[in-house]
């Protein structure tokens, strides 16, 4: 119904900023709320933030609050993770997921899911 594919992810320096990016190359992300998790080595995957469909309700892991902007731009049926004042703790490969309707912090809630981009943050 809708696969999410990531792209953005990379090596850069603690402090420094990357842009992810979520684009839905099969079906889209019409009424669908989007997520981004993160999983590190030896970590349980994590909640990161979400966006409704609308883009009127934002969320965000306490751990990126003022530092990560999630937005998206339905008329080119993608969402953004932009990601300022990186820091080693942030290392860890991102998804993006999907879900109908309402959105949600728990991974088990989201149905559709992307491959994932890397991130890798230097000190």
């Known amino acids: 119904q809708v696969q999410p594919v990531e792209s953005g992810g990379g090596l850069v320096q603690a402090g420094g900023s990357l842009g992810l990016s979520c684009a839905a190359s099969?079906?889209?992300?019409?009424?669908?709320?989007v997520g981004w998790f993160r999983q590190a080595p030896g970590k349980e995957r994590e909640f990161v933030s979400a966006i409704s469909w609308s883009g009127e309700q934002l969320y965000y892991a306490d751990s990126v609050k003022g530092r990560f902007t999630i937005s998206r731009d339905n008329a080119k049926n993608t969402v953004f993770l932009q990601m300022n004042s990186l820091k080693p703790d942030d290392t860890a490969r991102y998804y993006c997921?999907?879900?109908?309707?309402?959105?949600?912090?728990?991974?088990?809630?989201?149905?559709?899911w992307g491959q994932g981009t890397q991130v890798t943050v230097s000190s």
């Open positions: 099969v079906g889209t992300f019409t009424n669908h709320a």
């Open positions: 997921a999907a879900r109908t309707l309402f959105t949600s912090r728990d991974p088990s809630a989201y149905h559709f």
